[in-house]
Structure formats: C-alpha cells, structure tokens
C-alpha cells in the first residue's frame, strides 16, 4: 500500500476517533504505536484526562478483524489477560483498545541470565493459563491440511523464488512426518505467535495480544514458540530443561497424559520447532519478495540455526540436516551476501 492509501485511511481514523470522543479530529493526538508484519497499523491515542487508547487500523480488504473480536472477547470472559474493546467499526476495520504500554517480554531480556530465565517463567506460566482456560470450540482446527500448506511456504518461497534451488530428496517424507508428529499431540488453544514480542508488561502482569490467527491444535506449538523464537537461542541443556518443566506442568494439570515420557515429549517438541522454523523460513522470504517488507532476510539465520538445533538431536532427520548443512546453508548464505538487505 503506497503512502496515499494509508494518509488517507488515518485520517479516517482519525474522524471516527473524534466522533468516539465528540472532539474536533484535528484536535486528536495520535502517534505510531507498534509495526505488524500483517497490514494492520497501530496508532496511540492520547486522551484530555491522561490516559490513552490504542487504535487499530485494519483494512477489511486484507485483514478481517472479526476472529480478532470474537477471541478478545471470549478469552477476556474467561478471565484471561487480553486487551479491552472499547469501541469498533468492522466494516471499515477500525478498532479502539486498551492501551497495554510498550514493554512486550522481550524489551526485558537481555539483563542478565536470573533476569532472562524469570521472563521465559512467567511466560511458560502464561501459556498454561491459555491452555487450560481458553475456550476453542469455535476456533479453527490446526489440521494436516493447515499444517502442509505453512510447510510448503519453505520449498515456494524460500527455495524456489529466493535461492532457485529444487527441495532435497526426501522432502515429501519429512513433510509427512512432521504433520504426523503435530497431530498425535494432544489438541489445546493454540496462540500461534506466543513470541516475546506478543506478550506485553502491564500492571505487574503479562497480557496476550495478537492472538487473531488462534487456532486448536498441538500441545507444544506455542512453547516451541516462545523457545524457539527471534529473541533467544537456548542451549540443548537449556532447551530440554524447559521443555521437561513444560511437562510435567501439563501432566500435573491433565493437559497431557503421565503415560508420555519425557524423551517422546522431547521428540515431539523438536518436530513441532522445526515444521515452525521451517514455516518461518518461508514466511520471511515471502514478506521480502512478495510484499516488499524489509528487514526480514536477516533474521533467516536464526530461524536455521532454530531449525538445525530441532534436528540434529535425531536419527530419523539426519539426512535432511546434512543437506541443510552441506546445500542449503552455503546456498544461503550467498544468497543473503548479495541481498546485503538492511535489518529492522
């Protein structure tokens, strides 16, 4: 979308936030709030009594905001920490909500090893309360068919329209298994993008937003994505740790059976990391070639070391780790030396 499209789309916002607070819009201050890889846009209202508002700006032609709503809704009625609705215009796509300030988790990292390692605790504590609180009935179901097609954003994207090069023998069973592995997981409230960036400090608390794209589907999906995501990567020793804690929580709780033993839990971990990272992989060469958006080839890096570290552990994907190692990295990594692409 070119700069008049979007003038033109805030100065609508603007308009209807002055008829919400019966203000002249000229007299509206309003500031970018946040960046979104979607085509949604952020604006911070700044309201006379000194408090503010976040506004939404999702163009209907691109974003539906209606899951959006939906879910704020049923998961704030089920006591969970999401932002309040204040006010909304769907057919436009304009939303007013709670303002949740500008320390999503990852601002908190960084500080130090106890520091970091409370961050990813409350986190992990989050994400049990979304599983175990968050009704999904009405969500969509993370399937084998939902599953396949964010794998083949990897050979699309990332290996035919980036590097030129065919998938490796053997894709089609990694594939397979991969999906396999997902869905013999128990089914729960899947955030989807429960990264650091997507969980914000709020009055002593973390809260939940961006959790549009919510789906049911495998146990681990959101723990490999708050552990396997932009901000850290942990060691094998470290990983494993987080992942057994993670376990025996959800045995504790009745998300998973006691009958799963640690090392398949494990497993499945792994195999869900690397259909994400690979996922990822894809998404971000997409973002680049497709939309134009910048900044996000440099972060390839981490996603493949995310992707071999799920690998490498295991027999079964050795020959598919080896090619990563001897084709696709070098492959790669010239590829990424002739983009020279700026980071974000």
Not at 156 to 177: I, N, Q, S, V, Y
Not at 265 to 284: E, H, T, Y
């Amino acid at each position: 979308m070119s700069d008049a499209p979007h003038t033109a789309r805030r100065e609508a916002l603007r308009r209807w936030a002055g008829q919400l607070h019966d203000r002249p819009p000229e007299t509206l201050r309003l500031a970018p709030a946040a960046g979104d890889a979607s085509f949604r846009r952020y604006y911070r209202l700044r309201l006379d009594d000194a408090t503010s508002r976040i506004l939404m700006d999702a163009p209907p032609e691109q974003e539906d905001s209606r899951p959006f709503v939906a879910i704020a809704e049923a998961w704030r009625a089920a006591g969970l920490p999401v932002p309040a609705i204040h006010a909304r215009d769907l057919t436009r796509g304009f939303l007013e909500l709670e303002d949740l300030g500008d320390a999503p988790l990852h601002t908190c990292l960084g500080a130090g090893e106890t520091s970091d390692a409370a961050c990813y605790d409350d986190a992990q504590a989050l994400l049990g309360e979304l599983q175990n609180r968050a009704p999904g009935a009405a969500l969509p179901v993370y399937d084998a068919a939902l599953l396949g097609r964010e794998l083949d954003l990897f050979p699309e994207w990332c290996l035919t329209r980036l590097l030129d090069m065919p998938p490796p023998p053997g894709w089609t069973a990694l594939r397979e298994r991969l999906i396999e592995v997902a869905l013999a997981q128990p089914q729960v409230v899947v955030h989807r993008d429960f990264d650091a960036m997507n969980l914000m400090r709020h009055h002593d608390r973390l809260w939940l937003i961006d959790f549009q794209d919510a789906v049911r589907g495998p146990l681990s999906y959101d723990l490999i994505s708050l552990l396997r995501g932009r901000y850290r990567r942990f060691s094998r020793e470290a990983f494993r740790e987080r992942v057994e804690g993670f376990r025996r929580r959800a045995v504790l709780d009745g998300r998973l059976s006691g009958q799963l033993d640690a090392e398949t839990f494990l497993f499945q971990a792994d195999a869900m990391a690397a259909q994400r990272s690979l996922k990822v992989l894809g998404i971000f060469c997409r973002l680049t070639l497709r939309d134009g958006r910048q900044g996000y080839l440099a972060r390839l890096p981490r996603f493949l070391d995310h992707l071999r570290d799920s690998l490498a552990p295991w027999a079964e994907f050795a020959a598919f780790d080896a090619w990563l190692a001897d084709t696709f990295t070098p492959t790669l990594t010239a590829a990424l030396d002739a983009h020279r692409e700026p980071t974000s």
